[in-house]
């Protein structure tokens, strides 16, 4: 069973920075692109960001490409996202995902999903 | 980056057929992928490549569409369909997302 478990969510001052993991099971991690995307409350979901699977490639939105950065460590199964100069606006759930493609390109299809973890950015 | 413009809500009867629209606002030709998401949970892939049916989603489910214009075919409705649909495009960089189609039962 594909299961992705993020972790390192909760409370941040404004300004302040965070890191988030996720754990990857049940499938052979370093085939794969990965990728995040969040929900702020009530709103619909925003596509942060993707790495291929040596990491050498790693694509975001613009909006946020100065102020997140994704990478993995296939060694431990393991995908992050740091985030830096937090701010309200960045209050969000924010998910995990695979790509369903194991091959070079990424196909942007999200098929495997994390239970998402909850930043809030307030002082 | 690419807009996809979907309708905020709906709300139909158990047992009829409903369909959740998306319009590009450029080609995205059959890049378009559609999710569910049940309150409180986290998305689910349901169709890919504007037609093809993820492994385990039931065959209620199906889409349409090329270039702009796309819809997903939810035949018959069922209660456990209320939920949020989303569209999403991988044709043109940055990906991006649907606001959203919200589904109701009566």
């Known amino acids: 069973e594909v299961k992705l478990v993020e972790s390192g969510g909760g409370l941040v001052q404004p300004g302040r920075s965070l890191k988030l993991s996720c754990a990857a099971s049940?499938?052979?991690?370093?085939?794969?692109?990965m990728g995040w995307v969040r929900q702020a409350p009530g709103k619909g979901l925003e596509w942060i960001g993707e790495?291929?699977?040596?990491?050498?490639?790693?694509n975001y939105t613009p909006s946020l490409k100065d102020k997140f950065t994704i990478s993995r460590d296939n060694a431990q199964n393991t995908l992050y996202l740091q985030m830096s100069k937090l701010g309200s606006e960045d209050t969000a759930i924010y998910y995990c995902?695979?790509?369903?493609?194991?091959?070079?390109?990424?196909?942007?299809?999200?098929?495997?999903w994390g239970q998402g973890a909850s930043v809030t950015v307030s002082s | 980056d690419t807009v996809l413009t979907q309708s905020p809500a709906l709300a139909v009867s158990p047992g009829e057929r409903v369909t959740i629209s998306c319009r590009a606002s450029?080609?995205?030709?059959?890049?378009m992928h559609w999710y569910q998401q049940k309150p409180g949970q986290q998305p689910t892939l349901l169709i890919y490549?504007?037609?093809n049916l993820e492994s385990g989603v039931p065959a209620r489910f199906s889409g349409s569409g090329s270039g702009t214009d796309f819809t997903l075919t939810i035949d018959p409705v069922e209660a456990d369909d209320t939920a949020t649909y989303y569209c999403?495009?991988?044709?043109?960089?940055?990906?991006?997302f649907g606001g959203g189609t919200k589904l109701e039962l009566k």
């Open positions: 999403q495009q991988s044709w043109n960089d940055p990906w991006t």
């Open positions: 995902a695979r790509d369903g493609n194991d091959g070079t390109y990424s196909s942007g299809v999200m098929d495997a």
């Open positions: 049940g499938f052979s991690f370093n085939d794969y692109w």
């Open positions: 790495i291929n699977q040596d990491s050498s490639t790693i």
């Open positions: 450029e080609s995205v030709s059959t890049l």
């Open positions: 490549l504007a037609s």
